[in-house]
């Protein structure tokens, strides 16, 4: 079946905010087996909202924004033209939108009344987020789903109640497997897979490595597919699903029982700011220092001035002492050292901008790694703290 | 006059990749004059790209994605098709396509020819970032202008080619102005300026803040409401223009001669990697500490044991105890401390979650500020870091 999204606003047309809605819509139909055909955004003028709405031809569109209590919310009232409905008051709904303002111990505004009404026949979608409730609309042999067009509104009305209708109408059951890699660019894994059927697999390349997608349909057994390539790409792959690194590692360290401590120097920050995302990670995170000047290496961490001289900050020696010293100083089972050249400047032809060296220290060994990343500052500084986050996963897995 | 943009690749709207090239495009052409009407997203397929290619009503239309070398890639034949123009080898462009491969040291693979055909009557855009050229084609009445998907080769030919045509098409010169504000919400700050005539004023809110967008064209003079704006907004702009607020924090330091160190809790070491995204910054950021346990608090900052028994470790005390301590240890001009609770868990009655306190300390003063953020964990840990950036803004200013 094909399906298509329209997304209504002129925030989204003059480019003042991109359109995740959109994106966001497009994977789950295509995950929910609907081939996606086109996504169309227009402007709040209804001029331009009902030219979209004629030229849907699709058995299903999803239609976000424009159902807000201002004057300039029209995609309700031009939809019902469109589709030649009359606007009916839903007491329900009024009475949902006024229990809302109620709580907060507020009246209802006027304007709100009109976020009550619906196209006669429509099917409403509750909305637990906000005041605009969803709506289905099935009309020329098309199914037509309202949307507003606040994202957390959106995906919540989409999943508790799209979804459901959704599935049906498909008939289709699509399934699909993420495996996440890091470490290996994406020809490389590709090569590694290159003699396997890819029909159903997706590379899906980023600053945080390759994800690798395999979708089927129901009767399809993918088992010895996804394992193949579970195989292949090895210890690169740190999460199945929707995972984050992050998450990974936390989920490690807790299993473990251990405590992590960073020494970052490149990353200024990021590592120990990833690790904090995650709730609850005060349970293993006891403490990070941004050792960013070498005194900052020497009075934080007990690097010895000597190394750094000898060797210069940006040195595996001195990942080694960072990621020994955080560990010992702190009293913690890991202890992770970062240092390298984010760049644009500070490069030289044999410590070029990308050069980063990691160390991990654990109660059973010390690692450090060499590694070269491409990019600007801001992408060496993501890639390097990737890195440094997955060798703490290889070292406590 | 009016504007479309047409952007093409299964990897759209399939949901893989969140489309930037039309946000880009929609914010370009609206500061260029232009009324985007519509952006539209299609898959590879040549039937889906005929039918938007079709349904082009506008004056100008852009058109990116699909002028790849490899067999799905069919935008300029389906043009081509479309306005009916045969396509012809353009000598100069093979040339450049084989210049480039020689550059790497690589033979041109046969399929890179077909990225040498034009449609007749075609104005060649250079590419000096990849190797298919853009193209500006008039047909019917429109401009069309074919450019390559690959964000960097887009931007790069828009901006060098295609905008001195839109500029002239235009007619218009529209210019326009950004005030970066923080730590005011939307709703007060309209209210501020709701005297005020804002046909030409767009309210902009973000997690850093709300930006204030004043646009004119030539022959109007804002500057006075300009002027009004920067007034009544007052100490809230941060910035003028696309500076981020960790470039103005570092423009202010480097000014004063005076160097940070910062001491983060819930945080988790955002700050320092905001602060040090900025190339340069090793200048005047000294160290970072991210003191998340309390042992941390006491050991590395010398926040006395009993301050955080009496106050708890998020209290206004701990914040203060955190600048100074990180400050004199560090021998730096500007310490910064930030304590708060992140969420989701954590939160009491009396202290719920996104509370947080923030301490600057400077050789003139110590401030600390009570702040009670709304959202998720990381929303709340950015707003903090947002928070502490724009204290330190303050007191160093």
Known sequence: MRAEVITVGDELITGLVVDSNSAYLGRRLTELGFRVVRMTSVGDGPEEIRIALQQVSSDVAVVTGGLGPTPDDRTKE??????????????????????????????????????????????????????????????????????????????????????????????????????????????????????????????????????????????????????????????????????GMEEVVGRLLKRRGWRIATAESCTGGLVGHRITEVPGSSDYFERGVVAYSNRAKVELLGVPEELIRRHGAVSPQVAKAMAEGVRERTGVEVGLGVTGIAGPTGGTPEKPVGLVYIGVATPEEVRVKEFRFVGERSQIKFRASQAALDMVRRAVS
Chains 1, 2 share one sequence.
């Open 78 to 243: 031009v939809f019902a033209e469109v589709v030649g409905r009359r606007l009916v008051l839903d007491e329900e709904v009024l009475e949902g939108i006024r229990k809302r303002f109620a709580h907060r111990g507020m009246e209802m505004p006027r304007s709100n009344v009109r976020q009550a009404t619906v196209p006669e026949g429509s099917q409403v979608l509750p909305n637990r987020w906000g005041t605009a409730p969803g709506l289905h609309v099935k009309a020329d042999g098309r199914h037509f789903f309202l949307l507003p067009g606040v994202p957390r509104e959106m995906r919540g009305i989409f999943e508790e109640s799209v979804v459901p209708i959704l599935r049906k109408l498909s008939g289709r059951a699509i399934n699909f497997v993420l495996l996440r890699t890091t470490g290996i660019s994406e020809s490389a894994l590709c090569e590694k897979l290159s003699d396997l059927d890819l029909d159903k697999v997706a590379f899906l390349p980023g600053l945080e490595g390759v994800d690798v997608r395999v979708m089927w349909e129901e009767g399809e057994d993918p088992t010895q597919l996804i394992e193949e390539i579970r195989r292949r790409a090895g210890q690169f792959v740190y999460a199945e699903g929707e995972e």
